[in-house]
């Protein structure tokens, strides 16, 4: 086990390395080079002629690629041209929204998603089959910003029952420790705070879970309705084997395995930033802040962001792969 976890730790090294030289050229090859990108309507020659000066694009690539290697590895991801201060930073300060949003979120998702699936597999051919086939269908259909423009006027426009935006009401005189807003009221005892950051969860969460959610479900019906065909589940029912054994070791543990995949790469989705769904709920997380690098072309946030979700995509799959194990003992033995 420690040694495939080490060797998929050394594989990450040149995977990264080959997403900074992507990264690196992807800025050089902008149109008008990255100085006017970063200057716009600004871009005089003299305000181009300083920003290549003080960037040090007027240096040969390899020698820039260098230079920016190096100060990548001390930890120095640039500084934000939006907020002027340190990629860093600011990823320290926004990520714990994305990271609460996608627990809330990655949670129901799996939670409804395998449950759901599991009994239209056992179910196949009656309603709930039939529920489960067009409820998944739906949710990976309606686009997420337009379920999330509706779930925000139905429950917060209309019904009031809900908060419209944010992490937290600003009138509340919570502690932040973590960031986490509902980890920081239940570790303070300040369950009002706490109780107001799971609301403002739960409208973003909903809509940010809705794809995954249906995704999930149908992978789960089909994984389960494969595994309860197979010769070893009528053999193990022909022995007389509990029903209860037979469809918690024999069919959900065998089935777990696609699952358990689909549900890592939609946790390294959602972590990715939703975009979409951030935007539409003025949620602070990495996914909003994106979206403005985009459109101010803040290139130290989008190579500094885009390293990090490469190395947080692959520690998820690292995980995954390790709990192969612990699900199938067979992986174990291979």
Known sequence: MLRTIGRRLLLLIPTLLGLTVLLFFWVRALPGGPAVALLGERATPERVAEINELYGFNEPLIIQYFTWLGRLLQGDFGVSL??????????????????????????????VGVALGYWAARRRGKAVDHFAVFASLIGITIPVFFLAFMLKWLFAVQLGWLPSDGRQDPRLDATHYTNLYVLDGILTGEWDAAWDAFLHLILPGLALASIPLAIITRITRASVLEVQNSDYVRTGMAKGVSRSTIRGRFIMRNALLPVTTTIGLQVGLLLAGAILTESVFAYPGIGSFLQRAIFTRDFPVLQGFILFIAVLYALINLIVDVSYSFIDPRVRVQ
């Open 82 to 111: 939006q907020t002027q201060r340190p990629v860093t930073e600011e990823f320290a300060r926004r990520f714990p929204a994305t990271l609460e949003l996608t627990i809330f979120a990655i949670t129901v998702a799996v939670a």
